[in-house]
């Protein structure tokens, strides 16, 4: 069954047809070409797919397409572009927190979704709010040291 939804993604509405079965996931990434958020497990578990609902930090591969009617959504292609990085963006590149590059997205969303709320978190508060995200290359270092800088 197909829905038609609206939503704001990275602050432009967007009015489309979704299959009911259809993830925000592969909406995002089949419809709107938006390719920064990454298929990983699926299962939730990875972090690959997170994106910001209405602000909040969440997997977009356990969310349908239909759910976020209504609502506003932003990638990681909405939160700088190639002349004007966000400054979260410029301090994993300043600490070296990225290599491959795979969860970085869902990585940094987090961090702003936790930047957020609070100003400035301590490295345990990081942790606890990056343990939904997997990252095989970095050792979390440079990535902790990255958000502590934007943090303070």
Known sequence: MRHTIQVRVNGILESRQVEG???????????????????????????????LLDGAAVNSCLILAAEVDGHAVTTIEGIGDGQNLH???????????VQCGFCT?????????????????SEQEIREA???????????????????????
């Open 87 to 97: 400054p979260l963006q410029q301090a994993f590149l300043d600490h070296h927190a």
């Open 21 to 51: 079965n259809q993830t925000l996931l592969a909406f995002l990434r089949d419809t709107l070409d938006l390719t920064g958020a990454k298929e990983g497990c699926n299962e939730g578990e990875c972090g690959a797919c997170v994106v």
């Open 105 to 121: 997205p869902g990585v940094i969303l987090t961090a702003l979704s936790l930047l957020e709320r609070n100003k400035n978190p």
């Open 130 to 152: 990056l343990s939904g995200n997997l990252c095989r290359c970095t050792g979390y270092r440079q990535i902790i040291d990255a958000i502590l800088e934007v943090g303070s």
